[in-house]
Nanobody, 126 residues
């Protein structure tokens, strides 16, 4: 049984930082590209960042580029999202997701991800 469990969310003042973690189990972690998405109330789920299974390639949404960093530790079956200079518009539930297909590229499309975590709330107050 595949499980993705996010942690590290919380309430922070605008300009602050948080580090999200996502622990994966029940899968061969090194076979999966891992993504972070977010969803604010009344809005569609939005791509944030993705990292290739090897860890060599990453991609970011323009809105977070330069502020957020995605990384992974394959020995710990964990993917991270370091979020700096948080803004009120970053407030959302953040989800990690796993893409099992052996693509030559990484994808931003949430419909192509196979497994999802339950989400963790991030709130940046102004």
């Amino acid at each position: 049984q595949v499980k993705l469990v996010e942690s590290g969310g919380g309430l922070v003042q605008a300009g602050g930082s948080l580090r999200l973690s996502c622990l994966a189990s029940g899968l061969t972690f090194t076979n999966y590209d891992m993504g972070w998405f977010r969803q604010a109330p009344g809005k569609e789920r939005q791509f944030v960042a993705v990292i290739k299974s090897s860890g060599r390639n990453t991609d970011y949404a323009d809105s977070v580029k330069g502020r957020f960093t995605i990384s992974r530790d394959n020995a710990k079956n964990t993917v991270y999202l370091q979020m700096n200079s948080l803004k009120p518009e970053d407030t959302a539930v953040y989800y990690c997701a796993a893409d099992s297909r052996f693509r030559p590229y990484i994808t931003r499309d949430p419909h192509l991800y196979d497994y999802w975590g339950q989400g963790t709330q991030v709130t940046a107050s102004s």
